[in-house]
């Protein structure tokens, strides 16, 4: 049976979530074109477009898997590129009044330590060797260009030299992140515009590469997190690509990072523990420090929208952009682009194969994207700073965490259930079920 659902789908924006999208869709169109504003580096060093790709960034397992199921032997692609896996029994996470969880062995949970330019590098040489997709860089689309009934039919892109061009597609998927189009596309064609919920937050972060002697540690990666609303400095060390280190220290409702490596060691020094100073105190050669800021987690509910232009899909940060401490971003992309792959699966050999395909995928990768939502957003009201609408049960919530979290500590399976569940391999409502609360009661009265 034949698979191709349309001639073309074109992609705005070669991140993440742009590259995951490629390879969701190439198995459905007669050819898939990425277009990219900034110029692809042929190597791994950063972008222009993508400041942040200076900091420590980490994939959770969620999103490992499913770029995996995208593209097959990817985890082995980011081997061979020097990357370092990491398995849950080589990370240390620190959880306040828990430090730390016990080290066990938990199949099938593992995260690799890798600068984010090396993960989106060998990324794009795997959806460069698709055949029917081409990655067009420095082209920046300027608009979506619609119907006279209102659904997307392509975009009008802008080269350097201001050459315009514009392009027909069957699917226009918006993976540009903070400059998507989708919303002035739907102001334009008369559709109404999602509503969206903003958690301003006000994090400085800052991150630095370096080399260790050997022996100093026999972790692979540290992660400390502060005891809110007390604490606000988050602390990680990870084992990256060719043997080196990469550091990361975060400050919610502040710009002091650090600016330098003396102030980078004293705020690790500050920590509740010294398991991040006793790891990076022995750097050697430490890089430059590197600074970024984010104000604000966005969350756009298309999910709440009663209609949607057809031939337009936006994906990743173009829905929400989550607080990037807990690394749910790409993460959640990925997820995105599988749920994406999956439903263009089912519709092989239906009529109108497109038809009402937006509304489909909100509704799927609604509670991928609410899980990472509720988990980032519960710690980030922790703190009075934090601007936006608090969840009613907040502190019940915060409770009842902590005494999951000191119940892992006696059981290795709720511990396994616990990690999953923050790696987005298991549905949240799994760490809830009545059984588990019930066995959790005792730490709830404790905590």
Request: glycine share 8%; aromatic share 8%.
């Amino acid at each position: 049976m034949p698979t191709i659902l349309g001639k073309r789908a074109i992609i705005i924006g070669a991140g993440i979530g742009g590259l995951a999208s490629a390879g969701a869709v190439a198995p459905y169109f007669d050819t898939v074109l990425v277009l990219e504003r900034d110029e692809l580096p042929i190597q791994p060093i950063p972008r222009r477009g993508a400041p942040q790709s200076t900091q420590l960034h980490v994939v959770l397992a969620g999103g490992m898997q499913a770029l995996c199921d995208l593209f097959p032997g990817f985890d082995n692609d980011l081997l061979c590129a020097g990357s370092t896996q990491i398995e849950m029994s080589d990370l240390s996470v620190e959880f306040p009044q828990v430090d730390p969880l016990p080290r066990r062995d938990l199949p099938g949970l593992h995260v690799f330590g890798m600068t984010r330019p090396l993960l989106e590098f060998t990324l794009r040489n795997r959806v460069l060797a698709l055949q029917n997709v081409e990655i067009r860089d420095r082209c920046s689309v300027v608009e979506i260009n619609p119907s006279l009934e209102g659904a997307a039919t392509g975009v009008r892109y802008e080269r350097p030299n201001g050459e315009q061009q514009i392009l027909w597609a069957d699917l226009v998927i918006d993976a540009a992140g903070l400059n998507s189009l989708t919303k002035p596309f739907l102001q334009a064609a008369g559709f109404a515009t999602p509503d969206e919920t903003t958690i301003g937050v006000d994090i400085s972060y800052a991150s630095a590469i370096f080399e260790l002697p050997p022996g100093v540690t026999n972790w692979k990666a540290v992660v400390t997190l502060p005891e809110a609303p007390a604490e606000s400095t988050t602390g990680m060390v990870f084992r990256i690509d060719n043997d080196r280190w990469m550091t990361l220290i975060a400050k919610i409702h502040s710009k002091d990072a650090p600016r330098d490596w003396d102030e980078m060691l004293a705020a690790a020094r500050s920590l509740r523990t010294h398991s991040l100073y006793d790891i990076i105190r022995h750097a050697r050669h430490p890089e430059r420090i590197l600074r970024f800021g984010f104000p604000e987690s966005i969350r756009r509910h298309y999910e709440r929208l009663e209609r949607f232009p057809r031939g337009l899909l936006p994906i990743g940060d173009a829905i929400c952009r989550f607080n990037p401490v807990y690394g749910q971003g790409m993460t959640v992309a990925a997820q995105e682009a599988l749920i994406l792959n999956q439903i263009l699966a089912g519709r092989v050999g239906t009529t109108d194969s497109l038809s009402g395909l937006a509304e489909t995928f909100f509704h799927r990768a609604e509670p991928k994207i609410s899980a990472a939502w509720a988990m980032g957003t519960g710690a980030d009201f922790a703190y009075e700073q934090t601007t936006g609408v608090r969840p009613p049960d907040l502190e019940k919530g915060m409770q009842m965490n902590l005494a999951i979290r000191r119940l892992a500590v006696k059981d290795a399976e709720v511990h396994r259930r616990l990690i999953a569940a923050f790696h987005l391999v298991i549905p949240l409502e799994q760490l809830y079920e009545p059984e588990l609360m019930k066995r959790a009661e005792p730490y709830l009265s404790a905590a």
